[in-house]
C-alpha cells in the first residue's frame, strides 16, 4: 500500500507537468485563434471604411462631369460655357488632365480643354465605344492603363424624366496616372498600418491602378472589397504591416503558455486565465474606442469636404458661414450652404438639406451644390436653378430628397436686390434698419421625387438689412430642444445690427442652451448683412465642423 502510494507521488510531478504543459497549449492555441479572429475582423473593418472613402471620392469626381453634361444640354453644347465649368478641374494636381465634350453620336468632339489624351477614335477603348456604351450606362469608364497608364471617365446628361428626349451631349474627362502605380507612398492616418493595391476590375499586373508598394501581388493576411465604378468597379486589396491590433495581443498566445507551465495546481491556472482575460477585454475595449475616433475623424474630414473651404463674400456685405454636426459625427451629413459670384451684378446665395446620412447623402449634397453653381449662370431665375437641382436629383432615383433655398444678390439703380425661390426649406429671415424681423419667400415643394411647385419672390434691401438663411436642425426637435422660430426673431430684431459673426455665434448660444448634449440632427447657418456704414467690410470667418458636444 505505501510502495503504491509512494509510486503514484512520483508520478504526480509528471502528471502535473503534463496536465499544465497540455492546459498551456490550448490556452496558446485559443490565443492564437482569438488574435487571427480579431485582427481579420480589423482588417475587415478598415478595408470597408477604405472603400467607404473610395467611395465618396469617385462621387465627388462624377459630380463635375455630371455638372458639365447638365449645363452641355442646358446651354446646346455651347463651347464657352463647357470650358468655363471645366478649366477649374483640369491640370496638374486636380481631376482631370483633359475634358471633351462630345456630341453622343460623334466621336470627333465639339471643344477639348487641357493636353494629353489618348483615347482613339476608332477601334477597342476608343472614342466610337464610349460613346456606345455612355447611351445605355450614363457614367463610363474607359480602360486605358495600357496606352501611357490612362483613365477616362464619360458621363451623358441623365437628368431627363420618362419620355423626355435622349441626352444629346457627352462629357469626357481623362485623367494622366502615374507611370510608376507605387510612387505614392502612404503617409496618411488611419490607414498607415496598411499596405493596398488598387485593380480595375480584377487584379492582375495589367489592371493596376495604384498601390503602397512595389512588389505584388499583396501576400499574407489580406482582404479585399469591390467598389462600383461606372460600369467597372475598382478592386481594393489590402494587408497589414504588422499587428493591427497591438503587440501585448500579438504575443499573448506566448505569455500564456509561458504562464501555464509555471503554474502547478489548475485551481491558479484558471485565476490568471481570468485575468488574462480581464485584460484583454480592456485592451480591445481601447482599441475600439480608437477605431471610432479614427472613423469619426473620417466622417468629419468627408463632411467638411462637402462645403466649400473659403466662402466668397460680395463687396460692401458681411457673410458668416456656420456648420453644426449632429451628435454622431460618424455619419456624414447632408446639409450644405454655398456663397459665389454668378457675374459682375450678380451672387448666387445657397442654402439645403439633403435627407439622411451617409454615402449616399455626400453624394446627393456634392452633386446639388455643383448643379446649383453650374445652372446659375445661365438663367436669372432663382425657381429655375431649384428645378434643375431636382431634375438632377430625381435622374440619380434616390431614396430620400432635398430641401433648398437659392437666391441672386443683384445689384439695382436704388441698391441690391434679393431674389430667392424656396423647394420645401424654411423661409429665410430678414430684419429691417428699424429692426423689424419678417420672413420672405413662398414656400414650395421638396426636391428629388416630384415634380415641384416654385415660385420667385424680389425684395429691395438697403444698408443695415440682415439676412439669416438656415437648416431645419436649428428648430427642429422633440418637445423642449427645439428652438422656437419667435426666439431666433426676438435675437434677430434685438442684435441683428452688430456683426454677423457675433449675430451666428449668438444662434448657436441659443440651440445649446435648448439642446446641451448635441443635436441628432446636423445644421448650416449662413448670416448676410448689409451694414450701415459703406467701409466696414469684413471678411467671412467660417465653421464648418464645429462640434456641439
Not at 49 to 55: F, I, Q
Not at 510 to 531: E, I, Q
Request: with cysteine.
Amino acid at each position: 500500500m505505501t510502495v503504491t502510494r509512494q509510486r503514484r507521488l512520483r508520478r504526480a510531478p509528471v502528471v502535473v507537468l503534463a496536465i499544465g504543459v497540455s492546459v498551456s497549449a490550448a490556452a496558446a492555441i485559443g490565443c492564437r485563434a482569438l488574435y487571427n479572429q480579431t485582427e481579420n475582423r480589423l482588417l475587415s473593418q478598415r478595408t470597408s471604411e477604405a472603400g467607404a472613402v473610395l467611395s465618396v471620392s469617385i462621387s465627388q469626381l462624377r459630380n463635375p462631369l455630371d455638372a458639365a453634361a447638365k449645363l452641355a444640354q442646358v446651354t446646346n453644347g455651347d463651347p464657352a460655357s463647357f470650358k468655363t465649368i471645366m478649366q477649374p478641374y483640369i491640370g496638374d494636381g486636380k481631376s482631370f488632365t483633359s475634358a471633351t465634350l462630345f456630341r453622343v453620336d460623334d466621336p470627333t468632339g465639339i471643344v477639348q480643354v487641357g493636353t494629353g489624351q489618348v483615347l482613339p477614335r476608332s477601334g477597342a477603348n476608343s472614342a466610337e465605344q464610349m460613346l456606345a456604351s455612355v447611351r445605355t450606362d450614363p457614367f463610363v469608364v474607359v480602360d486605358l492603363l495600357d496606352q501611357q497608364r490612362h483613365l477616362g471617365y464619360a458621363v451623358a446628361d441623365s437628368t431627363g424624366t420618362a419620355g423626355a428626349a435622349p441626352a444629346a451631349y457627352v462629357v469626357y474627362g481623362e485623367r494622366a496616372l502615374s507611370p510608376d502605380p507605387s510612387v505614392r507612398r502612404r503617409n496618411d492616418e488611419p490607414f498607415a498600418q496598411l499596405d493596398y493595391a488598387i485593380y480595375l476590375d480584377r487584379e492582375a499586373a495589367a489592371n493596376l491602378v495604384t498601390a503602397s508598394r512595389g512588389s505584388l501581388p499583396l501576400g499574407g493576411r489580406r482582404a479585399s472589397t469591390s467598389i462600383p465604378f461606372g460600369d467597372r468597379h475598382l478592386l481594393l486589396v489590402m494587408t497589414p504591416l504588422g499587428s493591427l491590433s497591438n503587440s501585448l495581443f500579438d504575443h499573448l498566445w506566448l505569455i500564456a503558455f509561458t504562464l501555464g507551465l509555471a503554474i502547478t495546481a489548475l485551481t491558479a491556472w484558471f485565476l490568471q486565465r481570468t485575468l488574462d482575460q480581464r485584460d484583454l477585454a480592456v485592451s480591445l475595449a481601447d482599441e475600439n474606442a480608437r477605431l471610432y475616433g479614427e472613423q469619426r475623424e473620417i466622417a468629419e474630414t468627408l463632411q467638411i469636404g462637402l462645403l466649400p473651404q473659403q466662402v466668397e463674400v460680395p463687396d460692401g456685405f458681411e457673410v458668416a458661414a456656420r456648420y453644426w454636426p449632429a451628435g454622431t459625427a460618424s455619419l456624414i451629413g447632408g446639409d450644405f450652404y454655398d456663397v459665389f459670384q454668378v457675374d459682375d451684378e450678380r451672387w448666387g446665395i445657397t442654402i439645403g438639406d439633403v435627407c439622411g446620412k451617409g454615402i449616399e447623402a455626400a453624394a446627393l449634397t456634392g452633386l446639388a451644390r455643383y448643379t446649383v453653381r453650374a445652372v446659375a449662370r445661365t438663367t436669372t431665375s432663382p425657381s429655375e436653378v431649384l428645378h434643375a437641382v431636382h431634375a438632377a436629383l430625381a435622374a440619380h432615383h434616390p431614396p430620400t430628397y432635398c430641401t433648398a433655398c437659392f437666391m441672386y444678390l443683384e445689384s439695382t439703380p436704388d441698391g441690391h436686390c434679393l431674389r430667392l425661390a424656396l423647394g420645401g426649406h424654411p423661409r429665410p429671415l430678414l430684419r429691417l434698419a428699424d429692426g423689424t424681423v419678417i420672413a420672405i419667400g413662398e414656400p414650395g415643394t421638396i426636391l428629388g421625387m416630384i415634380e415641384p411647385e416654385l415660385s420667385d419672390v424680389s425684395v429691395d434691401i438697403g444698408p443695415g438689412v440682415t439676412v439669416v438663411l438656415y437648416t431645419d436642425g436649428l428648430t427642429d426637435a422633440p418637445g423642449v430642444q427645439a428652438v422656437p422660430i419667435s426666439e431666433v426673431e426676438e435675437l434677430l430684431s434685438r442684435d441683428g445690427d452688430g456683426p454677423a459673426e457675433e449675430l451666428a455665434n449668438k444662434i448657436r448660444v441659443l440651440k445649446r442652451r435648448r439642446r446641451p448634449h448635441g443635436s441628432a440632427d446636423d445644421t448650416a447657418l449662413l448670416v448676410v448683412r448689409y451694414p450701415q456704414g459703406d467701409d466696414d467690410r469684413l471678411t467671412v470667418t467660417m465653421s464648418s465642423a464645429e462640434s456641439l458636444g
